[in-house]
């Protein structure tokens, strides 16, 4: 029997494997709609077009940011493959209104919608996986669809520009739509219903969703290291938000090129971060969280400053520099929350972290916008500026150098009755004497 790698045993699995191509299906369809969605820009807005892409992507974060926890909430209580069903359907007929937008508010109006159901897919495919593997396979499942999500950052905007190139910007929206539809139907072949037991399923009422975002929104910012990371995502949210909006305005508005070139383009970031994912992955030697996230900031920054002075070869090689520097923030970052949060809370701080890291995008699309439309010549340079200067800010303020050195703690949650023995001060619609949770901070290794 021929050994497989360990991120594909998960396939052998027949109902993971179907849910597995419907997301490979659904992710190359994505990957045509937002390459789409960047030449439709360029195409009714022209030098405008990073003002444009930058209020489509906002509504986009601020969809996922609204809805996602809705989402979870719904995707707990009713069949599962029937919510995806629904909502790859849904966006196969809203994409095809983008070949009949002519005006910039349609544009808007269709990817707000398009978002909503977004917003509903991801996290019900997700908590999905646990539902159709079992304990062992459920790693590598995870594994390989975080694998496929980076491929398919990397290829899919050169394939898209290539597509594009040969079918016509407006008609790659129709071929979008097909992925989608054969996506539904896969989740809709899948063999039972995908509901969650009550007995398994914490009931979340909108209190308790308060509450868990409360809990994870206090480990974040409560913590130091956790704290001056989850700041460098701002300034990496900047650099990227720059590279994302006015990258097509960059390539066909000022060097002139087409639609393949703007594709590679995109695909240079993506290459980027993927072989920093890679190096991180296998390599063998602990490296400092700080560290790293610091060299990340610095080196997406300075990817921006030359970028308006190069020609194509040049923006590639920088876009894949910056590549690297978002990857050598965000994984880092992933990777503290894992050492300093006990694994009861890290379901709520993974939780409050998405939200607010989309935020730092929901402030910095419209900022990329803002620059790219009042400084077309030099929209990467006044970013590198900010993001420079935000950064020399954050080192003087949280002094990096002394965050590596604090010893090891963790947080978490523990319920117990306040005695004699335990007293501290409380909630005044807390009861002394009824058990409770508090979320404490212990310290690993005292010595």
Same mark, same amino acid.
């Given at each position: 029997?021929?050994?497989?790698?360990?991120?594909?045993?998960?396939?052998?699995?027949?109902?993971?494997?179907?849910?597995?191509?419907?997301?490979?299906?659904?992710?190359?369809?994505?990957?045509?709609?937002?390459?789409?969605?960047?030449?439709?820009?360029?195409?009714?807005?022209?030098?405008?077009?990073?003002?444009?892409?930058?209020?489509?992507?906002?509504?986009?974060?601020?969809?996922?940011?609204?809805?996602?926890?809705?989402?979870?909430?719904?995707?707990?209580?009713?069949?599962?493959?029937?919510?995806?069903?629904?909502?790859?359907?849904?966006?196969?007929?809203?994409?095809?209104?983008?070949?009949?937008?002519?005006?910039?508010?349609?544009?808007?109006?269709?990817?707000?919608?398009?978002?909503?159901?977004?917003?509903?897919?991801?996290?019900?495919?997700?908590?999905?996986?646990?539902?159709?593997?079992?304990?062992?396979?459920?790693?590598?499942?995870?594994?390989?669809?975080?694998?496929?999500?980076?491929?398919?950052?990397?290829?899919?905007?050169?394939?898209?520009?290539?597509?594009?190139?040969?079918?016509?910007?407006?008609?790659?929206?129709?071929?979008?739509?097909?992925?989608?539809?054969?996506?539904?139907?896969?989740?809709?072949?899948?063999?039972?219903?995908?509901?969650?037991?009550?007995?398994?399923?914490?009931?979340?009422?909108?209190?308790?969703?308060? *509450?868990?975002?409360?809990?994870?929104?206090?480990?974040?910012?409560? &913590?130091?290291?956790?704290? @001056?990371?989850?700041?460098?995502?701002?300034?990496?949210?900047?650099?990227?938000?720059?590279?994302?909006?006015?990258?097509?305005?960059?390539?066909?508005?000022?060097?002139?090129?087409?639609?393949?070139? @703007?594709?590679?383009?995109?695909?240079?970031?993506?290459? #980027?971060?993927?072989?920093?994912?890679?190096?991180?992955?296998?390599?063998?030697?602990?490296?400092?969280?700080?560290?790293?996230?610091?060299?990340?900031?610095?080196?997406?920054?300075?990817?921006?400053?030359?970028?308006?002075?190069?020609?194509?070869?040049?923006?590639?090689?920088?876009?894949?520099?910056?590549?690297?520097?978002?990857?050598?923030?965000?994984?880092?970052?992933?990777?503290?929350?894992?050492?300093?949060?006990?694994?009861?809370?890290?379901?709520?701080?993974?939780?409050?972290?998405?939200?607010?890291?989309?935020?730092?995008?929901?402030?910095?699309?419209?900022?990329?916008?803002?620059?790219?439309?009042?400084?077309?010549?030099?929209?990467?340079? @006044?970013?590198?500026?900010? #993001?420079?200067?935000?950064?020399?800010?954050? @080192?003087?303020?949280? *002094?990096?150098?002394?965050?590596?050195?604090? *010893? &090891?703690?963790?947080?978490?949650?523990?319920?117990?009755?306040? &005695?004699?023995?335990?007293?501290?001060?409380?909630?005044?619609?807390?009861?002394?004497?009824?058990?409770?949770?508090?979320?404490?901070?212990?310290?690993?290794?005292?010595?």
């Amino acid at each position: 029997m021929t050994n497989r790698p360990s991120w594909w045993q998960g396939l052998e699995n027949p109902i993971f494997a179907k849910l597995y191509l419907a997301q490979l299906i659904n992710l190359a369809g994505d990957s045509l709609t937002w390459l789409g969605l960047g030449l439709l820009a360029f195409e009714i807005a022209g030098e405008n077009a990073g003002a444009v892409l930058a209020g489509a992507l906002t509504l986009r974060v601020m969809a996922f940011v609204v809805l996602s926890p809705i989402a979870g909430a719904i995707a707990d209580q009713i069949d599962r493959k029937r919510l995806m069903v629904i909502t790859h359907l849904a966006r196969m007929g809203i994409v095809c209104l983008f070949p009949f937008t002519t005006q910039v508010w349609q544009i808007y109006a269709i990817v707000l919608l398009l978002n909503t159901f977004s917003a509903f897919f991801t996290p019900t495919y997700k908590a999905t996986i646990p539902l159709v593997t079992t304990e062992a396979q459920c790693p590598q499942a995870i594994a390989l669809s975080s694998a496929t999500y980076q491929l398919l950052g990397v290829l899919g905007p050169g394939l898209s520009g290539s597509i594009a190139a040969l079918v016509g910007t407006r008609q790659i929206f129709f071929l979008d739509s097909i992925t989608f539809f054969i996506s539904a139907l896969l989740i809709a072949s899948l063999p039972r219903q995908l509901i969650v037991a009550q007995s398994q399923s914490t009931a979340r009422k909108i209190h308790r969703i308060l *509450k868990d975002i409360r809990t994870g929104t206090t480990c974040l910012f409560a &913590d130091p290291p956790i704290r @001056y990371a989850l700041v460098l995502q701002l300034i990496a949210a900047i650099a990227g938000a720059q590279i994302l909006v006015n990258t097509v305005g960059y390539v066909q508005g000022i060097l002139n090129l087409g639609k393949v070139e @703007y594709g590679w383009s995109m695909a240079a970031f993506g290459v #980027g971060a993927t072989f920093a994912s890679v190096w991180l992955y296998q390599s063998r030697q602990q490296r400092s969280a700080i560290l790293l996230t610091s060299i990340g900031a610095i080196t997406i920054t300075l990817a921006l400053l030359p970028a308006n002075l190069t020609n194509l070869n040049g923006l590639l090689i920088l876009w894949v520099i910056a590549g690297i520097g978002q990857t050598l923030v965000n994984v880092p970052t992933q990777t503290l929350i894992a050492q300093r949060v006990t694994v009861e809370l890290q379901g709520r701080v993974y939780g409050a972290h998405f939200a607010w890291s989309h935020l730092w995008w929901a402030f910095a699309y419209p900022l990329a916008g803002w620059i790219g439309n009042r400084f077309p010549s030099s929209n990467f340079f @006044y970013s590198g500026l900010i #993001g420079g200067g935000l950064f020399c800010m954050v @080192y003087l303020v949280f *002094k990096p150098q002394q965050l590596s050195k604090l *010893k &090891d703690w963790l947080w978490h949650e523990h319920e117990h009755t306040h &005695d004699r023995q335990h007293q501290h001060q409380h909630s005044t619609n807390e009861a002394i004497g009824q058990p409770h949770n508090h979320l404490h901070f212990h310290l690993i290794d005292p010595q």
